[in-house]
């Protein structure tokens, strides 16, 4: 579709989509869209040379590990939250608003917030952006069908768009593809920031991946441009910002300040702070990590550190400081369960009371049915709206400390969990969900990250298996894994024809990227920017672009 302006071309409609295409992309949304795009989209590049600039000093030794933060010195905190953030002790996480049942499901849920997730938890299909952006858009305005019509009922959406690293392949600016955030951030905008504002809901954010406060400084740009354009209140747009890569861990304090008068907090998760750690310095021994399940978990003190840095930094400066999210999911249907309900509930209150019991004003779970039992849990823990009174001490917490590595080998089970976790989220891309279901836990792009990442770093590195004597990890050796698994898979749950040919090729798209020369920086990226995934989703959903 070209818009009479020439500035935009954008994809048309997927099947059965038509209405919601033209309801989403209207005159003035796209006319929003080339404006924005046209005045960040030179900044977005400098940001991502950056990226490619700090990578290089890494692979040249030329960094070594330091906190550097000018604002630490100075006397500031964020602007006061509003009413409705004060309290952010549970948001459901990973929530693609394309799955329209789920997503009207968060939105009758008794908690605070709902990560309304582009990112992680959102395979990036034309048919999901533009159900996604359409659903997020009609509950705004209280016309889903099925969802609440106050809008000032349902948990307050904690928007999250694409990181810097995504392409929206679909729409062209200027002769350009657009920057995936920008995308998302633009058409989400011009269509609720203002229906947002004037209720008190908004508009809220996380802002994923960031490495360094000029990432940060942008987006503050792009809020502070976007309030004068839309009209609405200086400081109305807030957002959260993950704290999930190694180099940002350096640099918390100034990425808080870049952004004081629009930031909520900071956010800390587990797998995607750890894969950061082998994309920045896994080709070097001393920064190979061991099994994640039997070595890696936040008691560790490089994680331990970590969060209890972000707590501290966070609170002094009168932000919120979250965690990451409990994957453990509730049996569904027929499911054997190996523990009981009641098991897996106890275990999740346990690893989140550790989290609390640190300083943390809240954090995420993905499974509905737990919501009254950790609502409890934090009924029990505290009874304030959040602990910004708990300022953690860091007196000894070295640059160093984050980079001490837990020692340790692999296990067989490890291996083989890696390699299930990484084939499966790319078969599940490959049918357009962004998340799965294993062994009792919702897998996403995190999960995905980490595991390809480890099975990347073994490889190269000739990990020693630790259970099976005189034997490392060879490329081979995760061949024939992962033939096993994928014969496994053939007799029980993969047997249509179309379901094989997925997995197929899915099993070589992850030996693409576990047998790199050089680490490929995010499985997001390079599957999103396949021919695999592109063709075959423009054909299902009869669009132009069939590539």
Same mark, same amino acid.
């Given at each position: 579709?070209?818009?009479?302006?020439?500035?935009?071309?954008?994809?048309?409609?997927?099947?059965?989509?038509?209405?919601?295409?033209?309801?989403?992309?209207?005159?003035?949304?796209?006319?929003?869209?080339?404006?924005?795009?046209?005045?960040?989209?030179?900044?977005?590049?400098?940001?991502?040379?950056?990226?490619?600039?700090?990578?290089?000093?890494?692979?040249?030794?030329?960094?070594?590990?330091?906190?550097?933060?000018?604002?630490?010195?100075?006397?500031?905190?964020?602007?006061?939250?509003?009413?409705?953030?004060?309290?952010?002790?549970?948001?459901?996480?990973?929530?693609?608003?394309?799955?329209?049942?789920?997503?009207?499901?968060?939105?009758?849920?008794?908690?605070?917030?709902?990560?309304?997730?582009?990112?992680?938890?959102?395979?990036?299909?034309?048919?999901? &952006?533009?159900?996604?952006?359409?659903?997020?858009?009609?509950?705004?305005?209280?016309?889903?069908?099925?969802?609440?019509?106050?809008?000032?009922?349902?948990?307050?959406?904690?928007?999250?768009?694409?990181?810097?690293?995504?392409?929206?392949?679909?729409?062209?600016?200027?002769?350009?593809?657009?920057?995936?955030?920008?995308?998302?951030?633009?058409?989400?905008?011009?269509?609720?920031?203002?229906?947002?504002?004037?209720?008190?809901?908004?508009?809220?954010?996380?802002?994923?991946?960031?490495?360094?406060?000029?990432?940060?400084?942008?987006?503050?740009?792009?809020?502070?441009?976007?309030?004068?354009?839309?009209?609405?209140?200086?400081?109305?747009?807030?957002?959260?910002?993950?704290?999930?890569?190694?180099?940002?861990?350096?640099?918390?304090?100034?990425?808080?300040?870049?952004?004081?008068?629009?930031?909520?907090?900071?956010?800390?998760?587990?797998?995607?702070?750890?894969?950061?750690?082998?994309?920045?310095?896994?080709?070097?021994?001393?920064?190979?990590?061991?099994?994640?399940?039997?070595?890696?978990?936040?008691?560790?003190?490089?994680?331990?550190?970590?969060?209890?840095?972000?707590?501290?930094?966070?609170?002094?400066?009168?932000?919120?400081?979250?965690?990451?999210?409990?994957?453990?999911?509730?049996?569904?249907?027929?499911?054997?369960?190996?523990?009981?309900?009641?098991?897996?509930?106890?275990?999740?209150?346990?690893?989140?009371?550790?989290?609390?019991?640190?300083?943390?004003?809240?954090?995420?779970?993905?499974?509905?049915?737990?919501?009254?039992?950790?609502?409890?849990?934090?009924?029990?823990?505290?009874?304030?709206?959040?602990?910004?009174?708990?300022?953690?001490?860091?007196?000894?917490?070295?640059?160093?400390?984050?980079?001490?590595?837990?020692?340790?080998?692999? &296990?067989?089970?490890?291996?083989?969990?890696?390699? &299930?976790?990484?084939?499966?989220?790319?078969?599940?891309?490959?049918?357009?969900?962004?998340?799965?279901?294993?062994?009792?836990?919702?897998?996403?792009?995190?999960?995905?990250?980490?595991?390809?990442?480890?099975?990347?770093?073994?490889?190269?590195?000739?990990?020693?298996?630790?259970?099976?004597?005189?034997?490392?990890?060879?490329?081979?050796?995760?061949?024939?894994?992962?033939?096993?698994?994928?014969?496994?898979?053939?007799?029980?749950?993969?047997? &249509?024809?179309?379901?094989?040919?997925?997995?197929?090729?899915?099993?070589?798209?992850?030996?693409?990227?576990?047998?790199?020369?050089?680490?490929?920086?995010?499985?997001?990226?390079?599957?999103?920017?396949?021919?695999?995934?592109?063709?075959?989703?423009?054909?299902?959903?009869?669009?132009?672009?069939?590539?």
């Amino acid at each position: 579709m070209v818009t009479e302006n020439r500035q935009v071309l954008i994809e048309t409609a997927p099947h059965r989509l038509e209405a919601a295409y033209k309801d989403i992309f209207t005159e003035g949304a796209l006319e929003f869209l080339a404006q924005l795009v046209t005045e960040f989209d030179p900044e977005v590049e400098r940001v991502l040379q950056n990226r490619i600039q700090r990578r290089l000093q890494l692979e040249q030794d030329s960094w070594t590990p330091e906190f550097r933060n000018d604002s630490a010195a100075l006397d500031w905190t964020i602007d006061e939250l509003p009413e409705r953030l004060r309290n952010r002790k549970l948001d459901l996480g990973d929530v693609s608003p394309a799955n329209t049942v789920h997503f009207i499901d968060c939105l009758y849920a008794n908690v605070q917030g709902i990560q309304v997730d582009f990112d992680d938890g959102h395979c990036p299909t034309w048919r999901n &952006t533009v159900q996604g952006i359409y659903n997020v858009t009609k509950a705004v305005h209280g016309t889903l069908p099925g969802a609440p019509a106050d809008v000032q009922s349902f948990p307050i959406l904690m928007l999250r768009p694409r990181a810097f690293n995504m392409i929206e392949h679909h729409c062209i600016v200027n002769g350009k593809e657009v920057i995936g955030p920008l995308f998302d951030f633009a058409i989400l905008m011009y269509h609720n920031a203002r229906t947002m504002a004037s209720f008190g809901i908004g508009p809220y954010f996380y802002l994923s991946k960031i490495e360094d406060p000029t990432e940060t400084q942008l987006w503050n740009k792009i809020f502070t441009w976007t309030e004068h354009q839309l009209g609405i209140p200086k400081g109305a747009i807030k957002a959260c910002v993950l704290i999930e890569n190694i180099l940002s861990a350096f640099r918390m304090e100034d990425i808080l300040h870049s952004i004081k008068e629009h930031a909520i907090g900071l956010n800390c998760g587990i797998w995607d702070y750890c894969a950061s750690i082998i994309a920045k310095f896994g080709m070097r021994k001393e920064f190979l990590l061991p099994d994640r399940n039997k070595y890696v978990n936040m008691g560790q003190p490089f994680l331990r550190n970590y969060m209890r840095m972000l707590i501290n930094i966070c609170h002094k400066r009168g932000a919120l400081a979250t965690g990451g999210m409990a994957a453990k999911v509730l049996p569904f249907g027929k499911e054997k369960p190996v523990q009981s309900d009641e098991e897996i509930i106890a275990n999740v209150k346990l690893a989140k009371s550790v989290e609390i019991d640190a300083g943390v004003d809240g954090f995420m779970i993905y499974d509905l049915r737990m919501v009254e039992a950790i609502n409890e849990l934090w009924d029990q823990k505290s009874h304030s709206n959040n602990q910004l009174i708990v300022l953690p001490n860091i007196s000894q917490v070295t640059a160093g400390s984050l980079l001490q590595i837990p020692k340790g080998g692999v &296990t067989i089970a490890g291996l083989n969990n890696n390699i &299930t976790v990484a084939l499966l989220f790319i078969y599940h891309w490959l049918t357009g969900s962004g998340v799965f279901f294993l062994n009792g836990a919702v897998e996403d792009s995190a999960t995905a990250e980490i595991s390809r990442s480890q099975l990347w770093q073994w490889i190269r590195m000739g990990a020693l298996i630790e259970d099976k004597e005189s034997t490392i990890v060879t490329r081979q050796l995760v061949y024939k894994m992962l033939d096993q698994i994928i014969s496994a898979a053939y007799r029980s749950w993969c047997i &249509t024809p179309a379901d094989r040919k997925r997995l197929l090729s899915s099993k070589f798209m992850l030996l693409d990227i576990i047998s790199s020369r050089n680490y490929i920086q995010f499985i997001t990226t390079y599957l999103n920017d396949s021919h695999k995934f592109r063709t075959l989703h423009n054909k299902n959903d009869g669009l132009m672009a069939k590539l």
